[in-house]
Nanobody, 123 residues
């Protein structure tokens, strides 16, 4: 049974940083697309960052490029999202997600996910 649990959210001022963590377990398929998406009130969900477990290649959304970094620990059980130079428009609930197989646009819409962690950025 896949299980993901996020932590690290909080409230910061614009320009600040946060690091989200996601502890994973039960990921038994050969490969996964792992990553983060966010959901703001009244808005569609947005894929923020993703990493393919097969080769470690990662990508981030244009809206966070140069500010957010996705990484994974050596044991491959914890996923991170380092968020720097945060902006008010980054305010959302952030979810860690895992989908068996390769990454593709919208991968997070059909994925296992955690309970979410709130990130609030004030101006």
């Amino acid at each position: 049974q896949e299980h993901l649990e996020e932590s690290g959210g909080g409230s910061v001022q614009a320009g600040g940083s946060l690091r989200l963590s996601c502890v994973t377990s039960g990921l038994t398929k050969n490969s996964y697309c792992l990553g983060w998406f966010r959901q703001a009130p009244g808005k569609d969900s947005e894929g923020v960052a993703r990493l393919y477990s097969g080769d470690g290649l990662s990508a981030v959304a244009d809206s966070v490029k140069g500010r957010f970094t996705i990484s994974r620990d050596g044991a491959r059980t914890t996923l991170y999202l380092q968020m720097d130079n945060l902006r008010p428009e980054d305010t959302a609930t952030y979810y860690c997600a895992a989908a068996p197989g390769t990454c593709y646009n919208g991968w997070y819409r059909v994925s296992f996910r955690g309970q979410g962690t709130q990130v609030t950025v004030s101006s």
